[in-house]
């Protein structure tokens, strides 16, 4: 397999750093602690690991799937991947703290209540999945090869994907982060 160019290579970091981020937020936790909310329409840590989980299963078949298209039309090689100022604005929105208030779509809005020894291990799983397909995609021009958005019908180059995943990710391990940090949040005595 070809070696990751040296502008992609730091999306591996970025995918280890998740995995430790999230298995510290969550290290101790009881299942009480994992789905608490601070309020009836906020999310829990469960919930926010689990709209992950969501998100990322869609995304490792989707880059699967524009991978596999890559290589059979021939689209290796190397040019610059940049985000264009419409990627940027939307890295820049997606990045924590969240600069503005979003709703998850109908399909990625998690189940309230999922138990932590099901919820964390799918989540590392997929962290993994995730750093396979930087692999996968090794030696393709990821400025050619395109990826469903998120949103809307647009299509991202897979260097922007990888970059909205890992924002996105660190968005809502964030998110999770200020529920642990509440206040009221239920401590173990």
Not at 13 to 30: M, P
Not at 136 to 163: E, Q
């Amino acid at each position: 397999m070809p070696s990751l160019a040296p502008e992609t290579t730091g999306f591996h970091r970025q995918f280890s750093a998740v995995k430790t981020e999230a298995s510290e937020i969550v290290k101790g936790l009881r299942e009480t602690q994992f789905n608490w909310r601070p309020h009836p329409q906020s999310w829990s840590m469960a919930e926010c690991l689990l709209h992950l989980n969501i998100v990322g299963d869609r995304y490792v078949h989707l880059i699967e799937k524009a991978v596999t298209d890559a290589r059979a039309r021939g689209l290796e090689g190397q040019s610059p991947a940049g985000y264009g100022w419409l990627g940027k604005w939307i890295l820049a929105n997606t990045e924590p703290p969240p600069k503005r208030k979003s709703r998850s779509a109908r399909a990625t809005t998690p189940a309230y209540g999922q138990p932590l020894t099901a919820v964390m291990p799918t989540f590392l799983h997929l962290q993994d999945q995730l750093a396979m397909q930087v692999e996968s995609a090794a030696g393709l021009d990821w400025a050619r090869v395109k990826v469903p958005a998120p949103m809307g019908p647009f299509r991202f180059n897979l260097h922007l994907t990888f970059a909205w995943i890992a924002a996105h990710e660190r968005r809502h391990l964030w998110q999770a982060r200020q529920v642990l940090n509440h206040a009221e949040f239920p401590r173990v005595k």
